[in-house]
DNA sequence: TTGAGGCTTTCAACA
DNA sequence: AAAGCCTCAA
């Protein structure tokens, strides 16, 4: 049977163990995922279990993604059936059948953690507080804290939880808080799992019909799961009781967002009779790498003991370096990088830097640019978070759901048309005085005793045409259709065409990526309405979205947070900026459980490492432009000292101190410098087909580029066309950057120069 | 009402 | 250093 083979014995149990509860505690590098997917298909193709009655959650929608992919690849194209999901995009799927039952309507928006923030601010300047003092962000952690606490959702009496002896009245703000989301008809992240929880106790019948369709439940990383999705978990299994979870209590990083490490410690309470198996062998990273990760978790007291098997066999050692300020550290990340590179066959790909928190990557961003090494960033801003996507988002939102005040408040007067911070206050008063929606206010002209400013009739009407588009043709209005009228009817791209400036044409830039992403959308769903659509786009991580879908296929190093890391693994790692404070974090310090959670996640970014690990710190660095002395992180002197070698950077080169081994690689010499990721200019130039010959012939005259021109752009550097496509304002370049690999822009927008 | 320019604050992680 | 907030002239 080709399914169970290449597992070892554990793993194969694992896959045949399909009936009953069933914990899986898999170290990390133990090959889970190889596990989860062979389980599914084993229930698919020898159990007979039809794809859609498998029910399986992950942490991202990427990674659900990708396991599908692997499903299929062993089984076929049944295993796209799959429900495969993240536990949030699988309670917006249950609310999206079911959530009329308790008075979620189809259209609610999303409100993520900005969206939370500026529904606090407004609050807060009603209840005369200063929004300085009193700040919105640890308003709404502390709200999310309480809505993640197994009290609220057994429905037990919080009042009791709710702090006391501040200036403000936090229960008040509290209530007010979640009456806003209701009058705007939103959910925020917390609900969406709180509203699932609720509707599967409460309304038995629609328990059943999910029991009904799902027999099998998979939850990945179940050491991070909060209490109510250990319910969502635990109500949909209840009958069929075939839960099998898998987990790391040693990767448990997200206790922050309410996740509750008890649930994968007392899984075994839960069900007397459950199957426990451990998973301790490690495919992925040499035994040094092992070792030192061993060693800096072997110091938290609160965990399982377990003694992971490096299977990978030896390898080289770990390596720390103290540079003598953050730029010494990112000239230190990088030079090892380019020697790696040249002399021991890694390529781009094969490298990642992780940092602790996302200011950290400027420095690395900068000396990789100067050192001209092409790399991604993968978090930070999110493409959807950027202004001018937010913007339009917002309006479709606002078309969506006409009570989101907060999507309101954000379109209303973008691009500017006159509509002033005193206007919109009345607005918004008149709407509180008489109960009613702001937009109801407008649209009822009862603002201003029948003055109405001229901008604000003027978007009314814009959004009476919209909605009336809509109207019109319900059922085959597109998406990307109602995209262009709404960027066409608000003046938006007009607008940003007129400033004609660096900035807008970048903005003009990722609009236009927007609508491209859009039409992808549309093509993949081709019933999905907006209400979903928007959903939909509100649950993505930036791994997801579009820039990063573009960057994919390039030769890249990968840039992230250690948080990000969780799930992948390179051959290189670079853990920078080890230092007290920061890693373990100046906010986490205070409590023994903080520095535990700190040291999972440092044991989480060294585990990642497949072949080398660089560990990095830095004397002095600069914080708001004052330069501070810095303490090398605890978690360097736990790592044992029989697989670290110490290392001192200084500008003119290395110096060691603790001796590293000659070793070098001998596998990996042959697919060195031409492997196929250092993709050479001339050589994609010379691949062109005839029918761009004969495009580049007709067209040449009027354009701006021409193929094989060498051109700048002000991110990329130097570049060379290699593609043309389309006429007028719809041409589009492709250039092949010597660092980045192709991207394509909208000549229209696009910041591109000729080159000298 | 707008937007430029000055002053203040910010750097924790994420669906 | 850079983003965000506020003020004030037009």
Known sequence: MRLLENLNDNQREAVLHTEGPLLILAGAGSGKTRV???????????????????????????????????????????????????????????????????????????????????????????????????????????????????????????????????????????????????????????????????????????????????????????????????????????????LCVVGDDDQSIYSWRGADIRNILNFEKDYSDTRVIVLEENYRSAAPILEAASSVISNNSCRKEKNLKACRGEGERVVWCRASNEYGEAEFVVNSLIRLRRQEGFSSRDFAIFYRTNAQSRVFEDVLRRENVGYRVVGGLRFYDRKEVKDTVAFLKFLANPVDSVALERVINTPPRGIGKATVDKIFDAAYEADISPWEVIEGEIALKGKMPKGL????????????????????????????????????????????????????????????SVYEYEERNPDVGLDQFLQDISLLTSEEDPEARMSEGNNLVTLMTVHNAKGLEFPVVFLTGMEEDIFPHFNSS?????????????????????????????????????????????????????????????????GYSGGP?????????????????????????????????????????????????????????????????????????????????NKTFLEKYTPLEKAP
């Not at 807060?124 to 709404?140: I, N, T």
């Not at 588009?469 to 007129?498: C, F, M, N, Q, W």
């Not at 990095?616 to 432009?625: G, K, M, P």
């Open 590 to 654: 205070d409590t023994e459980e903080g520095v535990e959670e700190e040291r999972r996640l440092c044991y989480v970014g060294m585990t990642r490492a497949m072949e080398r690990l660089f560990i990095t710190s830095a004397e002095v660095r600069r914080r708001y432009n004052e330069s501070v002395f810095r303490e090398p992180s605890r978690f360097v002197f736990e790592i044992s000292g029989a697989v670290l070698d110490s290392l001192e950077y200084t500008s003119n080169g290395y």
């Open 36 to 242: 989860i997917t062979h389980r599914i298909a084993y229930l698919i193709k020898e159990k007979q279990v039809p794809p859609y009655g498998i029910f399986a959650v992950t942490f991202t929608n990427k990674a659900a993604g990708e396991m599908r992919k692997r499903i299929v690849d062993l089984i076929g194209p049944t295993g796209e059936g799959v429900f495969i999901k993240t536990f949030h995009s699988a309670a917006v799927y249950m609310l999206r059948r079911y959530g009329d039952r308790i008075g979620v309507q189809k259209s609610y928006s999303i409100y993520d953690q900005k969206d939370q923030e500026s529904v606090i601010k407004e609050i807060l300047l009603e209840m005369r507080l200063d929004p300085k003092h009193v700040r919105p962000s640890s308003l709404s952690s502390k709200i999310s804290e309480i809505k993640n606490r197994q009290e609220m959702l057994d429905g037990a009496d919080i009042t009791a939880l709710m702090p006391r002896g501040h200036a403000y009245n936090f229960q008040e703000i509290y209530e007010q808080y979640h009456s806003r989301l209701e009058k705007n008809n939103a959910l925020d992240f917390d609900d969406l799992l709180i509203k699932t929880v609720e509707l599967l106790r409460h309304h038995n019948d629609v328990l059943e019909t999910l029991q009904g369709r799902w027999h099998y439940f998979m939850i990945d990383e179940y050491q991070d799961t909060n209490y109510a999705q250990y319910l969502i978990g635990s109500l949909l299994a209840s009958k069929s009781k075939n």
């Open 457 to 516: 009739l003027e978007f009314k009407k814009i959004i009476l045409t919209l909605r009336e588009g809509l109207a019109l043709v319900p059922h085959k209005k597109k998406l990307s259709d109602i995209t262009g009228d709404v960027l066409e009817l608000t003046g938006y791209i007009r607008s940003l065409e007129e400033e004609n400036s660096l900035e807008s044409r970048s903005r003009l830039e990722n609009i236009d990526e927007f609508i491209n």
């Open 661 to 741: 081994s000659e070793r070098r690689y001998s596998s990996r010499g042959a697919s060195s410098a031409l492997n196929q990721g250092d993709r050479g200019t001339e050589n994609l130039v010379s691949t062109l087909t005839a029918d761009e010959q004969e495009e580049r012939a007709s067209a040449e005259a009027d354009r701006k580029f021409r193929l094989k021109e060498s051109v700048l752009h002000p991110k990329y550097g130097r570049g060379i066309v290699t593609r043309i496509e389309g006429k007028g304002d719809n041409t589009k370049l492709t250039i092949c950057f010597e660092m980045w690999g």
